[in-house]
DNA sequence: CCGTATTTGTCCGTATGTATG
DNA sequence: ACATACATACGGACAAATACG
């Protein structure tokens, strides 16, 4: 056993999770953060040795990113970054679409005053980050106030295939908009009407506005895949 | 190695798949036949044995499954069929009920002529099965005939979504309705009126409609939960 | 509470298939 | 086309944790 003391935060970790679930974890952050980019090969022997593990918690994390749709397997080839088409994307915007509108009747109908608050921050945090024209955080609380407001509508099911969408979409992103200015869209205005059409509990607006907000993502999109 | 001579039927799938995706087939289909109930634990060394194969295949197979839904691990424990909670199926109806009604809007905006003759055909034999009071059959051609409908939408995202809820779905209704009388509901006039409202090109009723057939079944599922 | 048996977690060796010169 | 190098697929052994008597 030539493997070296690993660092005292992984400790815990190793302690209570298995190691399957600490590569899991640590490839789909290197995938999510832009380490790892679509289309990249991924070769056992080195990803194990770079987490000082053997090649079958590895194996195990593979098959398990691969069924989350991180990444794609090639018999006796290798596994890969999956790259997303443009179809895919589009199919995943129409799908995330109809799920927010969803989102937002529901939180119309259904939404407590404390999580009427925490929207209004986020959305505050939001334009403060957009005018100060930090992308990254911009990027990272445009995640967050939509990733809390499926939250907020009490359905787990909803949040757990809302958030396999946005991950695919962000694969997307990172492999088509790689070379692209990164021009913050802005979405400010939208957010404050959306979370006032919550507040004032129209549930056929906040619908509305929602499936909108989706669509002018998704048109974003297409602008900048096709050189119009 | 004292492995037995694989059946013909085994050898071409040895060949152009890995084990570990027979396995995971295998797994899933005997849980979705009920073979394996909710709540059953999967002992490695047993499977493997079955399958005459090694423990690593199913070891993967495993983190595909659980990934997929359909097992639970505990940590040094074992890995289990998942059972689905009663609020837990709830919250998949809903969801499916928003999807179910994109559906019917989209086909009745986008269906050929082709795909509305299959899906009269479906409804026809359901219709028969119904008369002929074939549960299994009923059962069989309804899951075929919503299925289809999603596929005919021409969204491959949509139908991964909708697949692995209605499986998550199929886990419940074994564990739940396992004594169930098996009493079919004969939707079959509520299946005409969709396919109608789509061939009528009225994407507002068919939607309507879909989301109201979905929440019926919701209902049915409480009912049979909860003895009234 | 301790020791044993069983099961899972991890690691590594070997075979097979693929890519490359 | 052949041989070599290399990566993956699979199997089996060891270590660690849990269950049970």
Redesign the interface.
């Known amino acids: 056993m030539s493997r070296p003391a690993p660092l005292a935060s992984e400790i815990s970790i190793l302690q ?3 190691l ?1 679930t600490v590569v899991q974890r640590e490839l789909e952050m290197r995938i999510m953060s832009g380490g790892l980019a679509p289309g990249a090969k991924l070769n056992e022997i080195e990803v194990a040795g770079q987490l000082n593990v053997s090649r ?1 918690p590895v ?3 593979f ?6 749709g991180l990444l794609r397997t090639e ?1 006796n080839r290798g596994v890969f970054v999956r790259a997303i088409s443009v179809q ?1 994307a589009d ?2 915007y ?2 995330r679409a ?2 927010d509108e ?1 989102v937002g009747r529901t939180l119309a109908a259904r939404i407590t005053s404390e999580g009427l608050r925490e929207l209004r921050a986020l959305v505050e945090a939001l334009g403060a980050a957009s005018a100060a024209r930090d992308l990254d955080e911009y990027t990272r609380l445009n995640l967050a106030f939509h990733d809390r407001m499926v939250e907020l509508t009490g ?4 949040v757990e ?1 809302y958030r ?2 946005v991950k695919e979409l962000t694969l997307f992103r990172r492999e088509a908009l790689s070379g692209s200015t990164g021009a913050l869209p802005d979405s400010t205005r939208e957010h404050r009407e959306i979370v006032s059409a919550i507040a004032a509990r129209d549930a056929e607006l906040a619908g509305r506005l929602m499936r909108e907000h989706v669509e002018r993502g998704r048109a974003r999109m297409h602008a900048a895949v096709d050189p119009a």
Chains 1, 2 share one sequence.
């Open positions: 209570s999770q298995s399957t079958g194996r195990e994390a098959r398990a990113l691969e069924q989350a018999k895919e199919e995943i129409e799908l109809v799920l969803f359905n787990g099911k909803l295939t396999r969408l």
